[in-house]
């Protein structure tokens, strides 16, 4: 596709329950991110992939956090047991390397009720 | 860790008139993003700063970064109301993986 898309756009979860949030990076873009936006701040570094490896996760907030990219292209976070305070925009972030901007999608708007 | 401030977080401008908006950072970094928000939508991208110096211009928009005094400035020329948005700085933290670092914006709104 012609930019980074996500899927849902929008997704309301009881607390306790399991979510998924889909990225599917700009075609040829081997570099992807995850990033949490919560209402007036700005985004937060989650996860960092280079190709199927995430090469940094280091700003994943807990284990209840996961994420995955099996073929290097589409990836999956994934949120366990979701708590009131991961309510937030997930936003994922496509990059081409080297001195070149992060594209960013739409973002997913998560509330956990 | 590094640190991005932005200020003013919050700025009303009037329409035609001159502003700048700017964006501290506390450790070295080679690399510097200005992207552009509208409420409800993702983050566009304005102006990637790479150098000591470096100034950019785009419309209304210009650009620039310090490397040594840690601050880049987004000035905004005859201010209209298609400007209207959250600013955000955002700085690459240096591991080699564009892993960015962003503040927490500069809300402009243009008012006639």
């Known amino acids: 596709g012609a930019g980074v898309s996500q899927t849902p756009s929008n997704k309301v979860t009881e607390k306790g329950k399991y979510v998924e949030l889909r990225c599917d990076p700009i075609?040829?873009?081997?570099?992807l991110y995850w990033y949490r936006q919560s209402l007036g701040q700005g985004p937060e570094f989650l996860i960092y992939?280079?190709?199927?490896?995430?090469?940094?996760d280091s700003g994943l907030p807990n284990d209840r956090f996961f994420a995955v990219r099996p073929e290097g292209s589409v990836s999956t976070l994934k949120i366990q047991r979701t708590e009131r305070g991961d309510s937030a925009v997930y936003l994922c972030?496509?990059?081409?390397?080297?001195?070149?901007?992060?594209?960013f999608g739409q973002g997913t708007r998560l509330t956990v009720v | 860790e590094l640190k991005v401030e932005q200020n003013p977080l919050f700025l009303s401008m009037q329409e035609g008139k001159n502003y700048t908006i700017y964006c501290n950072y506390s450790?070295?970094?080679?690399?510097l993003y200005w992207y552009r928000q509208d409420p409800g939508k993702s983050l566009e991208s304005l102006f990637v700063?790479?150098?000591?110096?470096a100034v950019k211009q785009e419309g209304r928009l210009m650009a620039s970064l310090d490397t040594k005094a840690r601050l880049s400035t987004l000035h905004i020329t005859a201010a209209v109301h298609d400007l209207s948005a959250t600013y955000f700085c955002?700085?690459?933290?240096?591991?080699?993986?564009?892993?960015?670092?962003f503040g927490k914006g500069n809300q402009v709104v243009v008012i006639p």
């Open positions: 450790t070295t970094s080679d690399r």
């Open positions: 955002a700085v690459d933290m240096g591991y080699g993986n564009n892993r960015l670092a």
């Open positions: 992939f280079q190709g199927t490896g995430a090469a940094d």
């Open positions: 700063l790479l150098s000591n110096g």
């Open positions: 075609s040829g873009h081997t570099a």
């Open positions: 972030a496509s990059h081409a390397g080297g001195s070149s901007e992060a594209f």
